[in-house]
């Protein structure tokens, strides 16, 4: 794999989109970019499966991007669902706790042993969403200190059921590293090339910094999709990066 290609591998493009068509579009104009594709609830929730399986066909990494929370036995059916589809990653809400972080990996062992044909997905656990700011956090949702705090908090229980990585704010990349290993791995959201709208996202930096910082994988959606060239958006951050 070249320089290049690996570099594009680390790029997750959010297809937040309401429907395959449009996202179709995106596809045709990427093609032959190696990078992620991940694909959240509204693309999910509007297609289905078979949308992620065209992308599986097409070859693909996907990244689906679903943050089960719910009871540990509920969890645990929905990542092995999630599993047989052939996805390259998962993931979870850390907030749901040890128990139900480790159900979900029991899920996806017990798919894998049905079909050893499959790739085993790397699973990740959501610590705090990269909208939420330190006022939300402590008034909001009730947790006391800095949102840094609660997401290495976060971080290490999600390695502590076993699972690969989070997804966290690039901001807090080298405090995870720190806290659970530089093998434990933090895909980052909240990614704005130079000059980019913030748009929701309160915790933002840009893909050469995140890159610094020391995190496996960048989320970008808008800068990307919303572009007037999205070709030439993803081309430009990948030369940015090499």
């Known amino acids: 794999m070249s320089h290049r290609d690996e570099v594009a591998g680390r790029i997750m ?3 937040d989109y309401p429907n395959v068509d ?5 596809l045709q104009q990427l093609q032959g970019i190696p990078c ?6 509204q693309l999910y929730y509007a297609e289905g499966p078979a949308f992620v399986r065209e992308l599986k066909e097409l070859g693909y990494k996907v990244f689906l991007d679903l943050k089960l929370h719910d009871i540990p036995n509920t969890v645990k059916s929905g990542a092995n669902s999630i599993t047989k589809l052939g996805v390259d990653m998962i993931n979870v809400h850390a907030a749901g706790g040890v128990e139900m972080m480790a159900a979900a ?3 996806v062992e017990e798919a894998l042993q049905e079909n050893p044909a499959l790739d085993k997905p790397i699973v990740i656990a959501v610590t705090q969403l990269t909208s939420t700011s330190q006022q939300m956090l402590n008034e909001e949702i009730g947790i006391p200190g800095a949102v840094a705090d609660a997401v290495v908090h976060y971080a290490k229980l999600t390695k ?3 699972l690969d990585g989070v997804v966290a704010s690039p901001l807090e ?7 659970c290993g530089n093998e434990f791995k933090t895909i980052t959201p909240g990614i704005r090339p130079a000059g980019s709208a913030k748009g929701d996202q309160t915790r933002v930096m840009t893909p050469k910094q995140a890159l ?3 995190t496996d994988f960048i989320v970008i959606g808008r800068p990307i999709t919303t572009a007037a060239n ?3 958006a993803i081309e430009n951050i990948i030369e940015e990066l090499i």
Do not use: F
């Not at 992620?36 to 609830?41: A, E, L």
């Not at 990349?173 to 806290?179: T, Y």
């Open 13 to 15: 493009v959010a297809l």
């Open 22 to 26: 449009q996202a179709r579009e995106l």
């Open 36 to 41: 992620y594709m991940k694909v959240g609830m």
């Open 105 to 107: 990996m029991k899920g």
């Open 160 to 162: 502590q059921a076993g």
């Open 173 to 179: 990349v080298e405090m995870i590293k720190a806290a």
């Open 212 to 214: 610094t910082e020391g």
């Open 230 to 232: 999205p070709r030439e």
